[in-house]
């Protein structure tokens, strides 16, 4: 079975596309909504609900997991799996795909925008870069938990906007959602670029993620679908779905508040 984990909403873009390509995977999903957001959150804290989220997998039945969030990918899976060697690992996480699937697009110059975590590790423009990748990054710090509360279209472009100035300083070709949330808002993305006369190419991880997952993963199973989450939620559920249809249930379990989630994010 395959566990896939994210703050919220933003990994069901990855698991529904694993799903759409492979019918008869058992998938297990977790989001993580009394943590959400995650972006803002040290390393530490994020290794933390790392831990967690595998371990709530695990005990569902997963036994690869996918990492379909990019600030826990950047902070702490992808230095790991670095470390240990890849090749072998049960765990897909966002950078390792993303990387590979954007250079056969050869962009000119990329614009990642992200969570602050993502945007403070780095690792994004190394990865690139070391493709030889002209890559910069922008922070759009509320962005990600505008999205899991359907924001107005008018707050989703306010929050936006400063990727639209950052491309057109930087003569981007190329928009990376460097958080899995944000193609969820492809539409507000898509009207500020065309309002601001600016053609942008957007590049969503999640389809290599996706296609990473179907090519290791054992994806012979009954088609079950599985979906948990920290603390319920409208928009989640709607999303589940309008993704994988009616019948699937989203089942809260329990949190134990392994985290400070006193501080305001
Ligand atoms: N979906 C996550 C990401 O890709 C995190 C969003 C958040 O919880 O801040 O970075």
């Known amino acids: 079975m395959i566990g896939i984990f994210d703050s919220g909403i933003g990994g069901l873009g990855a698991a529904s596309q694993i799903r759409k390509k492979a019918p008869r995977a058992d998938l297990v999903y977790f989001g993580d909504l009394a943590n959400m957001p995650y972006g803002p959150r040290p ?4 290794f933390t609900l790392t831990l967690d989220a595998m371990t709530r997998l695990r005990q569902a039945g997963a036994t690869e997991f996918v990492a379909a ?4 990918s950047v902070a702490v899976l992808a230095p790991m799996l670095d470390l240990f060697g890849s090749s072998h690992a049960r765990v897909i996480e966002m950078v390792g795909p993303a990387t590979h699937a954007l250079y056969q697009l050869s962009p000119k110059k990329v ?11 780095g690792l994004y423009e190394r990865a690139f870069g070391a493709q030889g990748i002209a890559t910069e990054m922008i922070a759009l710090a509320d ?5 899991e509360r359907e924001a107005s279209p008018e707050e989703l472009n306010h ?5 639209v100035k950052r491309a057109q300083e930087i003569g981007a070709d190329t928009l990376v959602f460097g958080c899995t949330q944000y193609p969820f808002a492809r539409a507000a993305f898509a009207r500020a670029f065309a309002h601001a006369q ?7 991880p999640s389809e290599a993620v996706a296609e990473q997952a179907v090519a290791v993963f054992n994806t012979d199973g009954q088609g079950k679908t599985l979906v948990l ?5 409208a928009v989640f559920e709607k999303t589940v779905h309008q993704l ?12 134990e508040n392994k985290v400070d989630n006193s501080v305001e994010r």
């Open 159 to 163: 929050l936006i906007l400063p990727a």
């Open 111 to 121: 614009l990642v925008a992200a969570t602050l975590a993502t945007v403070r590790s």
């Open 229 to 233: 989450v920290s603390k319920p939620s």
């Open 143 to 147: 962005l990600a938990s505008a999205i």
């Open 43 to 46: 390393v530490h804290e994020l």
């Open 244 to 255: 994988f249809g009616p019948s699937v249930c989203v089942q809260t379990v329990g949190v």
């Open 69 to 72: 969030c990019n600030s826990v």
């Open 198 to 204: 600016m053609p942008m190419r957007f590049f969503d």
